[in-house]
């Protein structure tokens, strides 16, 4: 996979600066895509996808900062996770979710359960990208919220919002789909 990347770019400039993207990288994007799907030649098939997108569109893309790059690459490994794991429908377990209200009561998803986990996934994918996004960073590859601030390139107190508004949204989208009833949300 590593040496494909390397053919489709243009000198050898460009292939130094890709391999030292694909060493700084590699490990969080497998992790990301390693906490979505739950398989590793599944995990690194999403990592492998996301380097060969990075490497067609490598000049568009390196000219980002490299917070940005490092952005562009979680958001494409876990897009490449998603589309992996919707082929696959039901056969991967998540982690559990915790969603704070705003009376600071804690609401389980029993992720467990694959209709609910297909559910949440979908509603996640429904959100505004920006809020999607905090959400796959922090619940599903384990990102610190300063972290995350740093790898989107915006504030700590606007990723904190961003996963305040996101975790109420898929609230009511939860109990718009009735698990309030079942789930005792």
């Known amino acids: 996979m590593f040496m494909v990347c390397m053919a489709a770019l243009d000198n050898d400039e460009d292939?130094?600066?890709?391999e030292q993207l694909y060493n700084d990288n590699k490990n969080i994007m497998y992790n990301c895509a390693y906490s979505i799907l739950k398989d590793v030649p599944s995990a690194e098939d999403a990592v492998q996808d996301s380097f060969v997108s990075l490497?067609?569109?490598?000049?568009?893309?390196?000219?980002?900062?490299?917070?940005q790059i490092r952005s562009y690459l979680i958001i494409t490994v876990r897009n490449a996770a998603f589309k992996i794991y919707n082929?696959?429908?039901g056969e991967v377990s998540t982690e559990d979710i915790y969603l704070d209200t705003e009376d600071d009561s804690n609401i389980s998803l029993d992720t467990e359960n694959?209709?609910?986990?297909?559910?949440l996934f979908?509603?996640?994918?429904?959100?505004?990208k920006k809020y999607g996004d905090v959400i796959m960073l922090k619940y599903y590859c384990d990102m610190k919220e300063k972290d995350i601030a740093d790898v989107l390139d915006i504030?700590?107190?606007?990723?904190?919002?961003?996963v305040y508004r996101a975790k109420s949204a898929l609230k009511k989208m939860l109990r718009?789909?009735?698990?309030?009833?079942?789930s005792g949300i």
């Open 176 to 182: 718009g789909s009735g698990y309030n009833d079942r």
């Open 15 to 18: 292939r130094n600066s890709f």
């Open 122 to 128: 979908g509603m996640i994918k429904q959100l505004d």
């Open 87 to 89: 082929k696959r429908k």
């Open 55 to 67: 490497a067609r569109n490598f000049e568009k893309t390196y000219a980002m900062n490299c917070n």
């Open 114 to 119: 694959a209709e609910l986990s297909r559910e």
């Open 155 to 162: 504030s700590l107190e606007n990723v904190k919002i961003r």
